[in-house]
């Protein structure tokens, strides 16, 4: 007896004690194990939304609201003509769901919540709140908005259902947004982080995010309360302030930080870009006088592209075996290129060079292998798969880095440090070797640091990547950019045809090239018959082409729309878009923050 009771006391300490320190560990998210596209593939957050449950998987990003596509996306002919291609991340019926806000409050929302990462067209969505189940934790109230009626349109006017909605990432200094009807009770919806902050389950109002990458496989980590440390190679850069930023007042405006250039450089072995040519700089502000020193603009989870101005995309396009596609921005690889496969899959990166800490002194790299932007684009966009380099020319002055280079990133935010003012983190993240243990470290209220692993980021692409093959097809700069002056293109191919400091440096260090030699010899023999395979295997045709735009304009599938603009919602619209008249109403959102408010 005497022994049962002892043991009994124990064993609730021991409860006590762990689900005590349970209670503010960070909260890791649940990834979906499909990808989406027609622009990916990514990989997305599963949650259940409502009771009974809807699941659906969201792209983390974004302020505030959650956003949902409703199952109307698939009934209107022009959003889905002959599939429903936004059923595969599960859509949400609010009038399904007992646990939602039905009662006919509708304080609309946005139209465009990739905070202009996409030409968004459509209709507002309707605000609403309901629960939203991570997998161990029911969020109460969480604020959303559901879309009824809502497109990606292109340039050659085009448009396509949006496939995937997102999961907000929380707000500085706050827990809940609160909406005031007038003569009516006060409504208070949830902000995920906040909102766990608030209860005490996890240490402070973060959140730690990696998406990932699909092909090679890289797994998503969205941790609340902190972050996988293993997601951080090097330096961290700390900017004070929002991450992002309220859509679509703060679109731009918020959550900026300069990018100073971007290059082309070769990480390890012979160069795919010519005998010697280490690195090509310059190739943000190439033929362009007007981008001055540096280019301020938001990282974008919840949009696919690299946004940037035409001259910039057609100045690293010049490098690359790829095709400008008009019709919808980007560019599509030309995999007829004999360059094409050994680049994509050489140790060949593409570098973001940022300021760092918000700091005239110190920059920080990001790289992007080319494996990784190797994307593809798919149905309904084209008419069969097509590789693409997700560099978007008609982005329309509205510049910002999505998805393409978030598989690469780690970004994060401490909403609520610096006195409610909040800080945000971007760092280099790991490829596929980082071993199959998380380090997953809490983040506390008022911490403006994250610490990152003692991994080597180039270790973590070693074997995913085969160095390139001295004597293989080297791209050719066959595109001269449009637009580019005469002098400043030729002074940009001169540079870098000439020698890098790099090489010159490495001149008459004659051991080190034998040895560098041996290494190319056995890593030639080792890889050669893998790539004779994989070249099979995508019947490549030897010999250079010269692409034209036509071959792939003709895969793009594109179907006229009426012009008109949409919504009656929008013909109540005041100039701050979020208040609205509505019955007789004034719908006015309150921003609750701490020592700061937005109206
Ligand atoms: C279907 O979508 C189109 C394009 O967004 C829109 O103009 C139209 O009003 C929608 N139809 C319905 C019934 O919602
Ligand atoms: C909403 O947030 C405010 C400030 O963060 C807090 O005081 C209030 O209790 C919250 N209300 C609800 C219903 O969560
Ligand atoms: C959710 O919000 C509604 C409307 O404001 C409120 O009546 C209800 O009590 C809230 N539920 C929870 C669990 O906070
Ligand atoms: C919302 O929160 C405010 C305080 O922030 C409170 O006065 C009000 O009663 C809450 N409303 C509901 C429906 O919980
Ligand atoms: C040059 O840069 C400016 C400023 O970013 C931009 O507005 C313009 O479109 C760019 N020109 C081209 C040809 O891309
Ligand atoms: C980045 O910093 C390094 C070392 O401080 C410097 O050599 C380089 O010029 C800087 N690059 C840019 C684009 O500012
Ligand atoms: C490039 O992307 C295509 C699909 O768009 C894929 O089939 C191919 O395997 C990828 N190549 C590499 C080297 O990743
Ligand atoms: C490349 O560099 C090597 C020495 O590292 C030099 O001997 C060779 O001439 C260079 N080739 C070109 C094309 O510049």
């Not at 699909?214 to 797994?219: D, F, L, S």
Request: hydrophobic share 40%.
């Amino acid at each position: 007896m005497a022994h049962l009771l002892l043991f009994h006391l124990i064993f609730t300490t021991c409860t006590l004690l762990t689900s005590a320190a349970d209670s503010s560990s960070p909260y890791g998210m649940i990834w979906s194990s499909k990808s989406f596209g027609p622009d990916g593939p990514w990989q997305a957050v599963q949650v259940a939304v409502g009771l009974p449950i809807q699941s659906v998987a969201l792209y983390p990003g974004g302020t505030f609201r959650s956003h949902l596509l409703t199952p109307r996306i698939c009934t209107n002919a022009t959003l889905s003509p002959s599939a429903c291609f936004a059923s595969s991340a599960g859509l949400y019926a609010i009038e399904s769901s007992t646990t939602a806000l039905q009662s006919g409050i509708g304080f609309p929302a946005a139209v465009d919540f990739t905070h202009g990462g996409l030409t968004i067209e459509g209709r507002r969505g309707i605000g609403s709140l309901d629960q939203i189940d991570l997998g161990e934790i029911v969020v109460p109230n969480v604020t959303i908005a559901v879309y009824d009626d809502i497109a990606v349109a292109y340039p050659d006017r085009s448009i396509i259902g949006l496939q995937v909605g997102t999961l907000g990432l929380g707000y500085r200094g706050t827990e809940n947004q609160s909406f005031t009807l007038r003569g009516q009770p006060m409504i208070n919806g949830s902000l995920i982080p906040g909102y766990l902050h608030a209860v005490n389950l996890i240490s402070s109002n973060s959140f730690g995010l990696h998406i990932g990458s699909v092909r090679p496989k890289i797994k998503g980590s969205l941790y609340f309360g902190g972050y996988d440390q293993m997601r951080i190679c090097g330096n961290v850069s700390t900017q004070n302030g929002p991450f992002a930023g309220i859509e679509p007042e703060e679109d731009g405006k918020k959550g900026l930080i300069d990018l100073l250039d971007i290059a082309i450089a070769v990480i390890d072995g012979p160069s795919p870009f010519g005998t010697n040519v280490s690195s090509i700089t310059n190739l943000l502000a190439s033929g362009n006088s007007s981008i001055g020193a540096a280019l301020s603009l938001p990282l974008l989870p919840e949009a696919p592209y690299l946004n940037l101005s035409k001259s910039t995309c057609d100045a690293i396009a010049a490098r690359l075996p790829v095709i400008y596609n008009p019709d919808l921005g980007p560019y599509t690889w030309n995999v007829a290129d004999p360059s094409y496969l050994p680049l994509v899959s050489s140790p060949s990166v593409l570098s973001f060079i940022f300021r760092k800490d918000q700091s005239n002194t110190q920059n920080l790299t990001i790289n992007i292998p080319f494996t990784l932007l190797n994307l593809t684009l798919e149905a309904p966009l084209v008419t069969s798969s097509t590789p693409y380099f997700p560099c978007n020319a008609q982005s329309a002055g509205r510049y910002s880095l999505g998805r393409a280079f978030l598989q690469a990133a780690f970004v994060g935010a401490n909403w609520n440090a610096n006195g409610n003012q909040a800080v945000w983190w971007l760092a280099q993240a790991p490829g596929p070797n980082i071993g199959s243990q998380s380090s997953v470290m809490s983040i506390q209220d008022e911490d403006v640091t994250v610490v990152p692993s003692n991994n080597d980021w180039a270790a973590s692409w070693k074997g995913v990547w085969l160095p390139f093959v001295a004597g293989a097809a080297v791209v050719s700069t066959w595109t001269v950019p449009s637009n580019v002056s005469d002098t400043s293109s030729s002074e940009s191919r001169n540079a870098s045809r000439g020698l890098s400091t790099a090489a010159k440096a490495g001149i008459g260090a004659g051991i080190i090239c034998v040895v560098g030699f041996m290494i190319s010899l056995f890593a030639f023999l080792c890889v050669r018959r893998r790539r004779i395979h994989a070249k099979k295997d995508l019947a490549v045709t030897p010999g250079t082409t010269t692409p034209g735009e036509d071959e792939i304009v003709s895969s793009h599938k594109s179907y006229s729309t009426g012009s008109e603009e949409p919504s009656e919602l929008q013909s109540h619209e005041v100039k701050h878009g979020y208040q609205v008249e509505m019955e007789g109403h004034r719908v006015q959102p309150i921003y609750e923050m701490a020592g700061d408010s937005y109206k």
